[in-house]
């Protein structure tokens, strides 16, 4: 009798709880959007989950893609209780993002990314915070020569290792991605803690490991599941995981800060972090509430690290995979090279001169698509955007694989083609289609430093290496599926570099 009861008692409960989630569901569907306003359409959701089953998280890039194509360039697809408005095509994208920066302009805080940096520093922030954080950064950064012939200095510096740690190979088959990722560590690096790492040193092992670890988990589907349910969290075990991460990238960030505290020189800063700590220390007797504390100076520097390492060390293995799988488009940039500049160093300056070599890295970014959704926004009002109604606080996703695999922009979308950069006399075109670095006020501010620093290491390797596949593997063989993550790098491979010299 008393089990009989508590089984009931069981049961009731759990009834109970099912009929409130699906109040709270309706609700959240039927108060949506005032009366008479028209919502983007989308797939029909199922209770509880929204579309988690018509969507595939795996490849969600693609799926969203396909789904624009049913329901159009804005739609509402729903992750669990989480409503969603994708845009998709460049027209929309950059109608949304530049032309209405204003409305778009916010960030979306999902579960995870406020976990990470609970909304401090420059990514994951709004308002007051963010905009001053970001300002700081890219009036400090510029101090210190990002985009400018200081910063070329140190990133030729950076490319003379990485030709020594490549010559060491003595041409046989090697997987590169640990070796780029030093290199694009110590360009940031230089900026922000004043300092670059030997190869060899295991705190530099540390921060490429633990940044490479996490940018996969964060796009991995357990992760897409906490988001839409962040009570499944202690469940999930990349989680798990992700939170070991971030707890020891907390501690190992806040000792290297500690350390250019000790030393700081508040009439001689070098790099980001000593700016920052000077200018907390000035603010620090005047100003009660200042936005500049501890908090957004740790997750600050961890953006600017994180964001700067990745993108760029992923996008040069996409070049050198692209180049040993198309060895006629490598020959294309290697007798531009040698006609062009020769044996010597090349220049950021150069690159005018070097149409069809900035064509290929151009068509490299593309194609590549590492960061196929942009870091999910939200509308800082009501807005009605292309005859839909989108309400304050709607989280929107821009869909950039849907920008540069645009049909109608590109004529061949989904192949390599360095002609999309060329115009009918060889040189040299800009594509307002090309959104690598997103666009409009969330665009990546560090796209200066990239763009320099994905040129030099580009072509310096180009001059002095040949990249072909490992014995025994064909071109054709070589594999151009990315695996998932919250970028879209290479499988795991090896590719020898032949000394040219």
């Not at 009798?1 to 008692?9: A, H, I, N, R, V």
């Not at 990314?113 to 401090?120: A, I, Q, T, V, W």
């Not at 062009?340 to 950021?348: C, M, T």
């Not at 009605?384 to 004529?411: C, H, M, N, R």
Request: aromatic share 10%.
């Amino acid at each position: 009798m008393f089990e009989d009861l508590l089984q009931s008692s069981a049961s009731a409960s759990l009834l109970g709880a099912i009929v409130l989630l699906l109040l709270l569901y309706l609700q959240s569907s039927s108060l949506s959007s005032p009366i008479n306003q028209r919502e983007p359409p989308g797939p029909k959701p199922l209770p509880l989950l929204g579309n988690l089953l018509q969507v595939d998280l795996k490849g969600l890039d693609s799926s969203l893609f396909h789904l624009s194509k049913q329901y159009g360039p804005v739609f509402t697809v729903y992750f669990g209780l989480k409503k969603v408005v994708i845009l998709a095509g460049y027209r929309t994208v950059k109608e949304a993002l530049v032309n209405h920066a204003e409305e778009f302009g916010d960030r979306v805080i999902t579960p995870i990314f406020h976990d990470f940096c609970k909304e401090n520093g420059i990514i994951f922030s709004n308002g007051d915070n963010w905009k001053e954080m970001r300002r700081f950064a890219l009036s400090t950064l510029r101090d210190f020569g990002m985009g400018k012939r200081i910063t070329e200095g140190q990133i030729i510096e950076e490319c003379d290792n990485l030709i020594e740690e490549f010559k060491q190979h003595k041409g046989k088959a090697f997987n590169n991605s640990r070796t780029l990722s030093y290199t694009s560590t110590n360009i940031i690096s230089a900026l922000v803690f004043g300092k670059r790492f030997e190869y060899s040193d295991p705190e530099l092992h540390t921060l490429v490991e633990t940044g490479h670890e996490s940018f996969y988990l964060t796009g991995t589907m357990s992760i897409q599941i906490y988001n839409a349910f962040p009570w499944l969290g202690p469940c999930l075990k990349n989680w798990r995981d992700l939170m070991k991460m971030v707890e020891g990238g907390v501690k190992n960030m806040r000792k290297m800060i500690a350390e250019r505290k000790e030393k700081l020189n508040p009439e001689m800063s070098s790099c980001f972090i000593d700016a920052f700590l000077s200018r907390k220390q000035n603010l620090e007797s005047g100003i009660k509430d200042s936005l500049y504390h501890n908090d957004n100076l740790l997750h600050s520097v961890s953006n600017l690290l994180g964001a700067g390492t990745d993108t760029t060390s992923t996008t040069l293995q996409w070049s050198l995979l692209l180049m040993a799988k198309y060895p006629h488009v490598q020959d294309k940039v290697q007798e531009e090279l040698s006609r062009v500049i020769g044996g010597r160093q090349a220049r950021g300056e150069d690159r005018k001169n070097l149409p069809y070599t900035d064509a290929v890295i151009h068509e490299i970014q593309r194609l590549a698509n590492i960061l196929p959704m942009a870091v999910p926004h939200k509308t800082s009002r009501d807005v009605t955007f292309q005859g839909y109604f989108i309400k304050a606080g709607t989280t929107v996703l821009p869909l950039l694989t849907s920008v540069l695999y645009d049909e109608s922009e590109w004529a061949s979308p989904h192949t390599f083609n360095p002609s999309h950069f060329l115009d009918a006399e060889g040189k040299f075109t800009k594509r307002d289609a090309f959104m690598a670095f997103s666009a409009g006020r969330r665009t990546c501010l560090g796209e200066s430093l990239a763009r320099m620093a994905l040129f030099l290491i580009f072509t310096s390797l180009l001059q002095h290496f040949r990249f072909t596949p490992p014995p025994g593997v064909t071109e054709d063989e070589l594999d151009l599926m990315p695996t998932v993550g919250f970028t879209l790098s290479p499988f795991p491979h090896e590719l020898c570099a032949a000394s040219r010299q």
